[in-house]
């Protein structure tokens, strides 16, 4: 009777797993579709194509993939989130210090903690209570 239960269970999970899987899958796809979009027109000012067409693109190096049988080892995405964070912080400080270098040569001064912390409202605003 226990195996039998055990069985029934086994595949009736395998049967919700599957719809859960696919889903994921699809919309993974199109989340990838919609982000890479947006890098590519948004940030790195290149073509304004539709996300499905990036979709397509990451569907089909998905299946390039999986039909030649290439598994993703360990060293390879190590090495894909390495450049993924080299490109974030190179997103995030690179238009800084150009906008620091434009203000400096305007001669304006750039807010620092001893500027914020030089003036009554920096110790107000850090020390407040509730």
């Given amino acids: 009777m226990r195996e ?3 069985g029934i ?3 009736g999970s395998g049967l919700v797993a599957l719809p859960g899987y696919f889903c ?8 990838g579709g919609v982000v890479m979009g947006e890098l590519v027109h948004g940030t790195l000012n290149g073509p304004n194509l539709p996300w499905y067409v990036w979709a397509s693109i ?11 049988k290439v598994e993703l080892s ?3 995405l190590t090495i894909s989130l390495f450049l993924e964070v080299v490109i974030v912080v190179a997103c995030d400080v690179l238009p800084r210090c150009k906008a620091a270098s434009s203000a400096r040569s305007k001669g304006a001064s ?5 500027r914020v912390f030089g003036t ?3 110790k107000r605003y850090s020390f407040a209570r509730n």
């Fill in 9 to 11: 269970s086994a595949v």
């Fill in 110 to 114: 750039i807010r620092g903690p001893v």
């Fill in 74 to 76: 360990a060293k390879v």
């Fill in 4 to 6: 039998t239960v055990a």
């Fill in 58 to 68: 990451f569907w089909a190096a998905s299946s390039i993939l999986g039909y030649f």
């Fill in 120 to 122: 009554g409202n920096g």
């Fill in 24 to 31: 994921a899958y699809a919309g993974s796809v199109v989340f």
